[in-house]
């Protein structure tokens, strides 16, 4: 078997269920309150064990987690779409791809409205200055919005390394040092 058969199965479900949730909200003009709920939905996930192990665990019931994920939705005043679509995957036992449903409509959502994710790594934490500055001049080259996520990798030692799509930027110096050492491999 396949080892990444389970996550493109995972990605698959995923897919379809967003295109669903996505293209409802955007017939209704409701795309900015989609987001709000999958950022509302993200944070939760990030911060509850308890609500991670709801969507993962088979130990409940189709019945009680449906119930659960629907008092959850409630409580957070979830967008009618995506409280109906969390109620439809708890009742088919597809709630354990939600982190990659909330991906995908991230992404979605983005799209629709002209923004590409740029993913940077750097040695210490950027400035608000400094993210602003390199998402204006993401934004001159690939010409959409850019928005920054930003991370911090100490064995970087200095400079970024920059993903934007499939494209891929790394002036970092364990990068340079890397190259330097194979360049005096191939010399030596």
């Known amino acids: 078997m396949d080892v990444s058969e389970p996550a493109s199965i995972s990605s698959g479900i995923a897919a379809r269920y967003a295109q ?14 989609l987001e709000a709920s999958v950022d509302d939905l993200s944070a939760a996930l990030a911060d509850s064990a308890d609500l991670r192990d ?3 665990s088979p130990v409940y019931s189709r019945d009680s987690q449906q119930a659960a994920i629907l008092a959850v939705a409630d409580k957070m005043k979830l967008r009618p779409v995506m409280r109906n679509a969390l109620g439809l995957m708890a009742q088919k036992r597809r709630l354990f791809v939600l982190p990659q449903l909330l991906e995908q409509l991230r992404a979605k959502i983005a799209e629709d409205k002209g923004e590409v994710t740029a993913e940077v790594a750097s040695a210490t934490a950027l400035s608000k200055s400094q993210s ?12 959409k919005t850019v928005k920054i996520k930003a991370t911090v990798d100490e064995t970087l030692i200095g400079g970024l390394v920059v993903k934007v799509g499939s494209r891929m930027i790394d002036t970092s110096i364990r990068a340079k040092l890397n190259s330097l050492q194979n360049a005096m491999k191939e010399v030596g």
Not at 20 to 33: D, L, M, R, T, Y
Not at 132 to 143: E, F, I, K, N, R
Request: overall charge negative; cysteine-free.
């Open 20 to 33: 669903a949730v996505f293209e409802i909200a955007k017939g209704n003009n409701k795309v900015g309150e």
């Open 54 to 56: 709801l969507i993962s």
């Open 132 to 143: 602003d500055a390199l998402a204006a001049t993401l934004s001159q080259s690939v010409g």
